[in-house]
C-alpha cells in the first residue's frame, strides 16, 4: 500500500525533515518568558517541506518531529501540541500545488498566497486547536492554555513569515524558472 501513497523520495524526506525538525527544536529555539513554550525556528523549516513536498510529508514530518522532541527533551509527549504541528505541516502542505515552488518563481503573489495559508493555519492550530486538546486531554487550565497557544501562534506566525519565506524565496532560485525559455 505505501509503495503506491509515497514515493521514496518522499519518504526519505519524511526522515530527514523529521530529523532536522528535532535539531531545530532542541539547538534553535529561542525562550519566550511562558513556560513551555519558544520559538521555534522548527516550523519555518516545516513550512519549507510542507511546500516542497505535499502535505502527508509535511504532516508525517510535524507528527514523528514533534513527538521525538518531546520524548527527547521532557521524556513524553504532549500530544495535543503534537498533534497542532501535523496539522501546521499539512495544511500549509496542501498549498503545495497552488504555489508549485518547483517551477523556480516564488513572487509577490505566491508569497502572499503562501503567508495567508500559514497564518490560517498557525491560528486554527495554536489560537484553538491546541488549547482545546489540552483542556480536554488534559486538563489544564484554560487561561493557561490559551496564552501558551496564542504565544507560540504569535511567534510561529512571526517566524514562518519571516524566515519560511526567505527559505521557500532561495529554495525556488535553485529550481529553473518555468517561464525561462523564450521562442526565437
Do not use: C
Amino acid at each position: 500500500m505505501w509503495k503506491n501513497t509515497l514515493s521514496i523520495k518522499t519518504i526519505v524526506a519524511i526522515g530527514i525533515g523529521a530529523a532536522v525538525f528535532v535539531i531545530l527544536s532542541r539547538f534553535v529555539a529561542i525562550p519566550t518568558g511562558i513556560p513551555n513554550t519558544n520559538i521555534q525556528t522548527s516550523y519555518a523549516f516545516l513550512a519549507l517541506m510542507a511546500v516542497v513536498f505535499g502535505p502527508i510529508a509535511g504532516g508525517m514530518i510535524g507528527l514523528i518531529g514533534h513527538t521525538l522532541t518531546d520524548v527527547i527533551a521532557w521524556g513524553s509527549v504532549w500530544w495535543s501540541w503534537v498533534f497542532v504541528s501535523l496539522f501546521v505541516g499539512f495544511f500549509i502542505g496542501l498549498v503545495a500545488n497552488r504555489i508549485n515552488i518547483e517551477s523556480g518563481i516564488f513572487g509577490k503573489n505566491k508569497i502572499i498566497t503562501f503567508n495567508i495559508v500559514q497564518a490560517i493555519v498557525q491560528i486554527a492550530g495554536w489560537f484553538i486547536i491546541a488549547p482545546i486538546l489540552d483542556i480536554l486531554i488534559y486538563a489544564e487550565p484554560a487561561n493557561k492554555v490559551f496564552t501558551q497557544g496564542a504565544v507560540a501562534g504569535i511567534f510561529n506566525f512571526i517566524t514562518v513569515g519571516v524566515i519560511g519565506t526567505l527559505l521557500l524565496t532561495g529554495y525556488a532560485k535553485t529550481r529553473g524558472k518555468s517561464d525561462s525559455l523564450v521562442k526565437e
